[in-house]
């Protein structure tokens, strides 16, 4: 199933979650880290899961600067309105040759489009929003991630987002990460943490100035 329901009863948590799985295997451990870290959530906190790889999503096209019709169909649509819904996005991507999966990075493609959308306001509804990143991948350094880690802070800097981090785990075949009792543990509190407003690199005070 591509879309799971939000959850119900709505708890006092007024964070809206929205899962964007962007792994190319189903039950993968992405997926199940992503899942343990949900658990963890308040009872009743509103959630959506979209399974990308189960979308009929076409390769992003830039057409932010010509008139002419969009291609991303329902896809688009579903994704779009699912986005500006949450309050919080938690892009679950498997680290594929160190960066986003094509999956994940052909969703974030769309904002560029959205970006540009008429009447949408993209930004000004991103901005103040929190994205988080989950990755599970093979190398146990999780240094090896540096570069999806830059992908997902500048996106939210961009947007001017805050940026809860990324929530890593390691394994290879799907429920590899379940012998990962690290990124378990780490996932009990993962989305509780603190998740300060995103900046580029380039904008970081170094210590003692
Ligand atoms: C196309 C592809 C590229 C990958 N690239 C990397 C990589 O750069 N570094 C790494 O540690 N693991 C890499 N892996 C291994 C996956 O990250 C690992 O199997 C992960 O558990 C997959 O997550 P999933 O089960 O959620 O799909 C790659 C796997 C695939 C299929």
């Not at 879309?3 to 295997?25: K, Q, T, Y």
């Not at 190398?139 to 001017?160: I, K, Q």
């Not at 900046?199 to 003692?208: A, D, I, K, L, W």
Request: proline content about 5%; charged content about 20%; aromatic content about 10%.
């Amino acid at each position: 199933m591509t879309i799971d329901a939000p959850a119900a009863p709505r708890s006092a948590d007024p964070r809206s979650f929205l899962f964007v799985l962007g792994s190319s295997r189903p039950g993968g451990n992405t997926e199940i880290l992503a899942r343990a870290a949900a658990e963890a959530l308040p009872p009743g906190t509103a959630q959506q899961w979209v399974d990308l790889a189960g979308l009929a999503l076409p390769d992003f096209q830039d057409g932010r600067h010509e008139a002419g019709e969009r291609i991303g169909g329902d896809a688009e649509d579903l994704l779009r309105d699912a986005t500006l819904a949450a309050t919080d996005v938690v892009l679950a991507s498997p680290l594929y040759w160190y960066t986003l999966s094509a999956h994940t990075k052909r969703y974030l493609d769309y904002w560029s489009g959205w970006l540009g959308e008429d009447g949408l306001d993209f930004k000004a509804r991103m901005a103040g929003c929190t994205l988080w990143g989950v990755t599970a991948m093979a190398d146990r350094e999780h240094a090896a991630a540096d570069g999806l880690v830059t992908t997902l802070t500048h996106s939210a800097a961009y947007l001017g987002m805050r940026f809860g981090g990324v929530l890593f785990g390691s394994g290879s075949k799907p429920g590899d990460v379940r012998r990962d009792t690290d990124a378990l543990a780490r996932a009990r509190t993962f989305l509780a943490g603190e998740a300060p407003l995103a900046r580029f690199s380039y904008e970081r005070v170094p210590m003692g100035v």
